[in-house]
């Protein structure tokens, strides 16, 4: 069982940045794939960006250019650095585990809202 904890979201102004922070409960070097969704109000939830246990990221087209994921094995956390924030960025965002024993793991979600 791992537990996924956000943090670091919050209200900021259209072309700022935020930094979002995963932190699991457990090591995360057995995880193969730690992501990030979002889930605006009346949308489907996307996966806006993730990363493998081998460092090969990779990025919905909304938000290429603008975001970066990272992950640090050894403090067990992953980090999603938001540039250039746009209103449509805002939403819940979500940090995920995926095992590939099919097991996967999700955060109780952090609140974005970029103001225009």
């Known amino acids: 069982q791992v537990q996924l904890v956000e943090s670091g979201g919050g209200l900021v102004q259209t072309g700022g940045s935020l930094r979002l922070s995963c932190a699991a409960s457990?090591?995360?070097?057995?995880?193969?794939?730690m992501g990030w969704y979002r889930q605006a109000p009346g949308k489907q939830r996307e996966r806006v960006a993730a990363?493998?246990?081998?460092?090969?990221?990779n990025y919905s087209d909304s938000v290429k250019g603008r975001f970066t994921i990272s992950r640090d094995n050894f403090k067990n956390t992953v980090y999603l650095q938001m540039n250039s924030l746009k209103p449509e960025d805002t939403a819940v965002y979500y940090c995920?585990?995926?095992?590939?024993?099919?097991?996967?793991?999700w955060g109780q979600g952090t609140q974005v809202t970029v103001s225009s």
């Open positions: 995920n585990a995926f095992k590939s024993t099919g097991l996967t793991y």
């Open positions: 457990a090591s995360i070097f057995s995880i193969n794939v």
């Open positions: 990363i493998s246990n081998v460092g090969i990221t």
